[in-house]
Nanobody
Framework: QVQLVESGGGLVQPGGSLRLSCAASGSIFSIDAMGWFRQAPGKERELVATITRGGRTNYADSVKGRFTISRDNAKNTVYLQMNSLKPEDTAVYYC????????????WGQGTQVTVSP
């Protein structure tokens, strides 16, 4: 059974920083892409950033220059460093992984709350 466990969310003031982590565990053969999505109240889930196994990254325009995604393939872990946070970054952040565990499938974490407020 595969699990994605996120950590690092919380409350931060505008302009502050947070670092999210997501560790994948279970009978995993390999992980292709990993990424972060977010969902604010009343809005659809949206892509924040993704990273391939080889390190190629993709960012939403709204976070370019402020957020950095990285991964440690040896630890099956993906990170999201969030700097210069704004109130509009407030959302539940979800980790996503496309991986091989018998078959190639799409997995999601349970979500971690990020609140940016004075």
């Amino acid at each position: 059974q595969v699990q994605l466990v996120e950590s690092g969310g919380g409350l931060v003031q505008p302009g502050g920083s947070l670092r999210l982590s997501c560790a994948a565990s279970g009978s995993i053969f390999s992980i292709d892409a990993m990424g972060w999505f977010r969902q604010a109240p009343g809005k659809e889930r949206e892509l924040v950033a993704t990273i391939t196994r080889g390190g190629r990254t993709n960012y939403a325009d709204s976070v370019k220059g402020r957020f950095t995604i990285s991964r440690d393939n040896a630890k099956n872990t993906v990170y999201l460093q969030m700097n210069s946070l704004k109130p509009e970054d407030t959302a539940v952040y979800y980790c996503n992984a496309i991986l091989w565990a018998g078959v190639r499938s799409d997995y999601w974490g349970q979500g971690t709350q990020v609140t940016v407020s004075p």
